[in-house]
């Protein structure tokens, strides 16, 4: 893997029962206007170490001392650093897929042609049109060169995921009256593109990924969170067979399709073990963009039952 890696515990919670993780953004309970950014875990005795940018220190403070502070950061650290989670069990991974998620690459599209997120249905068509002059053996490391997949990437290099992702399933749409955002396309190509970046190497650089399900496929209503639920359990159901828990990708597609993954992975897993990530939109000052961390909420933190008080 590239960049910094942190071992992380699993399901981690502050003060205010709030998941917390590499990268984020907290302040002490008694110095609340002075925030700071998780930058590691020296062990249950020291608790988590946080930076400081005020004093630019990392101080060691426990768990239960620090709250969540939702607001962006300027100057964050974290960001490309690998999180590993010190829970080994083996993990499912969700990925719903939208028409954003897959970029042909700026600085090196190659004969490739750009993404239309308008009509991705012929985008797909026309960069098959491509991969078809290319051998089976020349497609990945072509996708892996001349695309990109921006938010999968910084999941899979930068949410608490085991060392090893044990499946990922990807759920896309294909409509039965076809549209032109249908996104099952792209998810062949995503998988193009992880085999190309080495993710089905177990010794590869990045974060490898044991075994890719068969695409979870919406045919009808994406946009209807009932209907994601319904059509998408019996692609979760089996994908988990020998998982112990779960982790949702808020990347791409619908709300719907984001929200109706979380829950059908919660009926099967429960919700101490389904977590949700999700990748921030980056903070935009005086038209400059700073990505954000990660942020990620387990669905059994217990701040979600504290809503009443």
């Known amino acids: 893997m590239t960049g910094p890696l942190r071992l992380f515990p699993f399901g981690l919670v502050g003060g205010d029962g709030r998941r917390v993780r590499l990268g984020s953004h907290v302040a002490r309970f008694r110095e609340p206007d002075r925030h700071g950014e998780v930058t590691g875990w020296a062990g249950p005795r020291l608790g988590t170490e946080v930076f400081f940018h005020d004093t630019e220190t990392v101080e060691t403070i426990q ?6 502070v939702d607001q962006e950061q300027a100057e964050p650290v974290t960001v490309g650093w690998v999180s590993v989670d010190d829970d080994t069990r083996p993990t499912l991974l969700v990925v719903p897929v939208g028409t954003r998620d897959l970029v042909t690459s700026e600085t090196d599209p190659g ?27 020349e497609r990945p490391a072509l996708a892996a060169r001349h695309f990109d997949a921006p938010l999968l990437r910084r999941v ?6 085991p060392a090893a992702v044990h499946r990922m399933l990807f759920v896309a749409t294909d409509q039965v009256q076809p549209q ?3 996104t099952v396309g792209l998810a062949a190509l995503l998988a193009l593109w992880l085999e190309g970046r080495g993710h089905f190497d177990p010794n590869g650089l990045y974060r490898p990924v044991s075994d890719l399900a068969e695409t979870g496929v919406i045919r009808r209503l ?3 969170l009932d209907a994601v639920v319904h059509q998408v359990t019996p692609a979760i159901v089996e994908a988990a067979l020998d998982c112990e828990r779960a982790v949702v990708a808020f990347a791409g597609g619908t709300p719907a399709m984001m929200y109706g993954c979380s829950i059908a992975a919660s009926r099967r897993f429960g919700g101490t073990n ?18 954000q961390p990660l942020i990620e909420m387990d669905l059994a933190d217990t701040a979600l039952y504290d809503t009443g008080k």
Do not use: C, K, W
């Not at 899979?156 to 995921?161: G, K, N, R």
């Not at 903070?283 to 963009?289: C, I, N, P, Q």
């Open 180 to 182: 032109r955002g249908d």
């Open 222 to 224: 994406p946009h209807i």
């Open 63 to 68: 768990p239960a001392e620090l709250l969540r």
């Open 111 to 137: 004969p490739f042609p750009g993404i239309d997120n308008r009509d991705v249905r012929a985008s797909v068509d026309a960069v098959n049109a491509v991969m078809a002059d290319h051998s089976p053996d």
């Open 156 to 161: 899979l290099d930068e949410a608490t995921l």
């Open 274 to 291: 389904t977590r949700i990530v999700q990748i921030p939109q980056a903070y935009e000052v005086d038209g400059g963009r700073t990505e």
